[in-house]
Nanobody, 117 residues
Framework: VQVLVESGGGLVRAGGSLRVSCAAS????????VSWYRQAPGKQRELVAS???????NYADSVKGRFTISRDNAKNTMTLQMNNLRPEDTAVYYC???????????WGQGTQVTVST
């Protein structure tokens, strides 16, 4: 059973917006720090944004001011709102849920985001 399932990727022109979401099941979601990572072809997976169980957020410098991460613990979901997208944002986006106390780390299957010029 897939614990994390992403949705919402797609194709958009530069300057446009997309929202990707991640739905969790089977875990105590509110206790997990959740993050978005991305991996472009030929590149290493990189952290895009994260939000702790208490709601503290962190962003990669390349997306600050353009992307917003949020979570809804009542619905067991997290969202990455991406505005002013650039071609270099093109990648497969993965959601991650991590609990140090529970020694658990989960990944979604990934969703493709493509930004055209």
């Amino acid at each position: 059973v897939q614990v994390l399932v992403e949705s919402g990727g797609g194709l958009v022109r530069a300057g446009g917006s997309l929202r990707v979401s991640c739905a969790a099941s089977g875990i105590l979601f509110r206790m997990y720090a959740v993050s978005w990572y991305r991996q472009a072809p030929g590149k290493q997976r990189e952290l895009v944004a994260s939000i702790t169980s208490s709601g503290r957020t962190n962003y990669a410098d390349s997306v600050k001011g353009r992307f917003t991460i949020s979570r809804d613990n009542a619905k067991n979901t997290m969202t990455l709102q991406m505005n002013n997208l650039r071609p270099e944002d093109t990648a497969v986006y993965y959601c991650n849920a991590n609990s140090v106390s529970a020694s658990r780390d989960y990944w979604g299957q990934g969703t493709q985001v493509t930004v055209s010029t």
